[in-house]
């Protein structure tokens, strides 16, 4: 009996149906003293609501469980996208009931209202949708999912608290992975904004000979089998395959800056997962070397079908450091892993042309002997102070200086072409459809 009085007390929570109610009864007691003619009004008002408050409990604790809920979430969450999950609800009561839902999500979203309202029929069940957008990666802690019924009087609500604890991890953006997947089989790029680029010129990976049709290059017409055949053959050629493609990745300080929730850490590995992929879907050779001011990880190019698992493993766990790359490792590393010419892609950040100057000789070492692409970013922000008009003083020098930095990434552009090494500014949110197209144009004029 101890033990049913405690759970009793622990799960009954008052509403404030029932405070308004006890204010009445005291308004009613106040007025008595005035107005004698109320007689026992107020009492019976008071009794009145006291039996409905026993009648609202005997409803909702009649039976142990009268809800049933449970949490959906997939095994791991992916970082920067809208993640859906959800919380199923059955109501087991013979009466229909209004429900309050709260779902212990990791603390990491800083979230204290995630409440949900709704009612149920006799036996009915719902499933009750919401999205979470993870902005680190690592592993995020989920609690308990807490119910709280009530009945149509609404005077009290029973809480029922449901066991959920679990750790799920957050990956690098495998949903945006997966989405440029689909429409890359579906030949449906151009929906995120990925260019078709015509190819220039003829590969020398040829692949068969068929009949012409209109609209072949004439160039292509194969005379030989043409003259055995006696009708128009021409030769087919397919994109060289087996190419390397290495991303690189600075994990410096320079990568600490955030934007939009996300540091620019994860939005170079988002990209590099989605790079990796579109790359071993061209039946290219896929690597990964991470460098701070020591080597992180490197795999080498492959394209077996374990070999995005291991990129997706590796990009998981990787951190920012607080120093600056250690551009001398990169280099050696590079000439030690990298036997054939690839395409080297170098996810950083300069924020003027000095912390380029530092990096450079490192650059044009690398671009002797393999095609380097450096993709760096736009600061927004600074971007957003050059435009503004300036009405005073101050407003007239952080104008003068945000265009200075601005036109410094333009000036670093220009500087990384003289030397013969390609690059791409971007802005955080435009990082990978920018870096696809790239990809797919050097692939097009046959650069790597």
């Known amino acids: 009996m101890k033990r049913l009085f405690k759970a009793i007390y622990k799960d009954l929570f008052l509403t404030n149906r029932f405070f308004g109610g006890l204010a009445g009864c005291a308004v009613f007691f106040v007025l008595s003293f005035f107005f004698p003619w109320f007689g026992i009004l107020p009492e019976l008002f008071f009794w009145i609501l006291i039996l409905l408050f026993i009648i609202d409990m005997v409803m909702l604790y009649q039976t142990r469980k009268g809800i049933f809920a ?13 993640n859906d999950l959800g919380v199923y609800i059955e109501n087991l009561y013979s009466f229909a009931v209004d429900i309050g839902i709260i779902d212990e999500i990791p603390f990491q979203f800083q979230k204290r209202d995630l409440w949900f309202k709704t009612s149920l029929a006799p036996g009915q069940h719902k499933m009750i949708s919401y999205v979470l ?15 709280y019924a009530s009945t149509t009087l609404g005077l009290i609500r029973r809480r029922y608290s449901f066991s959920q604890d679990e750790v799920l991890p957050v990956y690098p953006s495998f949903l945006q992975m997966r989405k440029y997947e689909l429409m890359a089989i ?45 009708s128009l053959m021409t030769n087919m050629y397919t994109d060289e395959k087996s190419q390397h493609v290495y991303c ?25 997962l989605v790079l990796s992929n579109v790359a071993l879907l061209k039946e290219d050779k896929a690597g990964l070397i991470t460098i701070g001011e020591k080597l ?18 590796v990009l998981y766990k990787e951190k920012t450091r607080y120093l600056e790359t250690n551009m001398e490792l990169l280099y050696a590393t590079i000439r030690r892993v990298l036997k054939q010419r690839s395409l080297i892609v170098f996810f950083t950040n300069f924020e003027s042309l000095s912390s380029l100057e530092r990096q450079l000789p490192y650059l044009k ?35 003068t200086i945000a265009e200075k930095f601005v036109y410094d990434k333009k000036l670093i552009v220009k500087e990384l072409t003289k030397y013969g090494i390609q690059s791409i500014l971007s802005t955080p949110q435009n990082l990978t459809v920018n870096t696809i197209n790239k990809y797919l144009e050097l692939k097009a004029k046959q650069r790597i």
């Open 248 to 272: 690189v990745i600075d994990k410096s300080r320079a990568m600490k800056m955030p934007f939009d929730g996300l540091s620019l850490l994860d939005y170079a590995i988002n990209a590099s």
């Open 133 to 147: 957008r993870p902005t680190k990666r690592g592993e995020y802690e989920f609690g308990a999912v807490r119910v």
């Open 296 to 313: 992180g990880s490197v795999i080498p190019a492959d394209r077996k079908p374990v070999q995005m698992n291991k990129i997706l493993e």
């Open 186 to 230: 579906s030949n449906r790029l151009n929906e995120f904004g990925i260019k078709k680029i015509r190819r220039l010129g003829h590969s020398l990976e040829f692949e068969q000979i068929k009949n012409y049709v209109p609209g072949d290059d004439y160039r292509t017409i194969n005379w030989k089998a043409t003259a055995r055949h006696g």
């Open 70 to 82: 449970r949490r959906h979430a997939p095994e791991r969450l992916s970082n920067g996208d809208e």
């Open 365 to 399: 070492r690398i671009a002797q002997f393999h095609l380097l692409l450096v993709v760096f970013f736009e600061n927004t922000e600074l971007q957003k102070l050059s435009e503004q008009p300036a009405g005073n003083v101050e407003e007239i020098y952080i104008k």
